[in-house]
């Protein structure tokens, strides 16, 4: 069945879609692990979306339905979220469960439902939309790799500490939703320093405590990092080994730099406890502790070498770069005061081949950020300080390339001189990721 797109309209998600969603996705995805069954992991994780997830309604799903029978037969879903760039508040959707059944695929239902969800967060004003999924599908739909996902080296068990231990009066113990209040002051806490991040409040932090139902594929557990007097961080984990026996690490933190060293011998112990006492539990062996983590992240970095793993990438797009120039602006205007620069013209205008921003400064400060249309050469426009492609320019924004990295991978990036590159340089350092998303 091809090409019958007029039978089909795409329409919001509804309470009452609920069972219908959870058998379609249950029945799409990860069909390799489940050998072509349901998978009721994914079917849990649909439900809890559908039943009180503190970051999706029913209207957050998107549905394309059947005319013939009046069925779901492909849908999405976006989780609204507030991510945080290193102290400036950022909208940001994370697409999740993209899912066609197999006798509706070749009507473009894909395509439709992601028009509809980019016209939606445009008009919303959702700057960023990110998703994990199928390598170079979501390129065609406008993504772009931009930001790096894992890296750390995976720990064998073997390594692990066989016995905990209290190392600077550190200790580690499982989350109740009595600690989200204070879960959420550290993320609050950590939101002003130089990284990009997912914070939750206290709801969020009940909901990943003890909202989930048992069998959701997403659902995590959460531990405490105290000195006996109250929390001073928190590590994430898998709920369950993986296939392959290892146990996944989403995020850690601990909100002294000086107690880290410490604290990733607490984590350490703690993990390897958890894994064999998982082990036991689902017979099966405990191979290895797997930090879904930036190399650099302390955790990573301070523990015990292991064996590397590539990073991954995390599909990103925005719809409107100068508007995501624009929430940036305290930031920009920060990181140059931090340099001592100050633009010596009225304007800076940075080309996006089609789209450009159009920034304005007072006193060599910056003021505003507003979107103008592209020069049709901007290669060769006198008024253009810099010509950047979207991508690039995704990439810097977020932290996740320096314009130095820029210039050698895009041929396309031009500057008009060496003051316009010293200033772009200063704009977009590389900023760490920290995230773990509101799966």
């Known amino acids: 069945m091809t090409g019958d797109t007029a039978r089909y309209i795409i329409r919001p998600g509804r309470t009452s879609d609920a069972a219908a969603l959870a058998e379609l996705q249950a029945a799409v995805q990860l069909q390799a692990v489940t050998g072509g069954k349901p998978h009721p992991g994914i079917a849990a994780w649909v439900e809890d979306l559908l039943d009180g997830h503190p970051s999706v309604t029913p209207d ?56 509809a969800l980019h016209e939606r967060y445009a008009t ?58 204070a879960l959420a002051g550290i993320d609050s806490r950590l939101a002003g320093g130089d990284v990009l991040i997912c914070p939750r409040d206290a709801a969020v932090w009940r909901y990943e405590i003890a909202g989930r139902r048992t069998a959701d594929l997403a659902r995590r557990s959460v531990a405490v990092l105290t000195d006996g007097s109250g929390a001073l961080g928190y590590l994430v984990h898998g709920a369950r080994l993986s296939a392959a026996g290892e146990l996944a690490v989403f995020a850690a933190a601990c909100e002294q730099p000086a107690r880290w060293p410490a604290a990733v011998e607490v984590m350490r112990a703690y993990l390897g406890h958890i894994g064999r006492e998982y082990a036991a539990a689902e017979d099966r062996p405990f191979t290895a502790v797997r930090p879904i983590l930036d190399p650099a992240h302390p ?141």
């Open 60 to 115: 957050d799903f998107l549905v394309a339905e059947d005319q013939v029978t009046g069925r779901p037969v492909a849908s999405l879903v976006g989780l609204r979220q507030d991510w945080n760039l290193a102290g400036v508040r950022l909208p940001v959707a994370q697409i999740e469960l993209v899912g066609t059944a197999p006798e509706h695929r070749g009507n473009r239902l894909t395509e439709r439902l992601f028009a």
């Open 124 to 181: 919303a004003g959702v700057p960023v939309q990110m998703i994990e999924g199928i390598p170079y599908f979501y390129r065609r739909l406008g993504y772009d790799y931009a930001l790096a996902n894992d890296g750390a080296a995976t720990v064998p068990a073997a390594e692990l500490p066989a016995t905990t231990s209290r190392p600077g009066g550190l200790a580690i113990r499982p989350a109740t939703a009595v600690d989200a209040d």
């Open 299 to 439: 955790l990573a970095r301070l523990g015990l070498p292991g064996v590397p793993k590539r990073p991954r990438g995390w599909y990103v797009r925005t719809g409107d770069p100068a508007d995501l120039l624009a929430r940036l602006q305290p930031l920009l205007r920060a990181r140059w005061q931090t340099a001592g620069l100050r633009w010596h013209e009225p304007a800076l205008t940075i080309d996006m081949y089609g789209r450009a921003a159009r920034l304005e400064f007072t006193g060599g400060e910056l003021a505003t950020v507003t979107a103008i249309r592209g020069a049709d050469s901007p290669s060769t426009d006198p008024g253009t300080h810099a010509a950047v492609p979207p991508a690039a320019l995704l990439q810097l924004a977020l932290g996740h390339r320096t314009l130095p990295e820029v210039l050698d991978n895009w041929p396309d990036c031009l500057l008009r001189d060496h003051l316009t590159e010293r200033f772009l340089t200063a704009a977009f350092p590389r900023v760490p990721v920290q995230v773990w998303p509101r799966n």
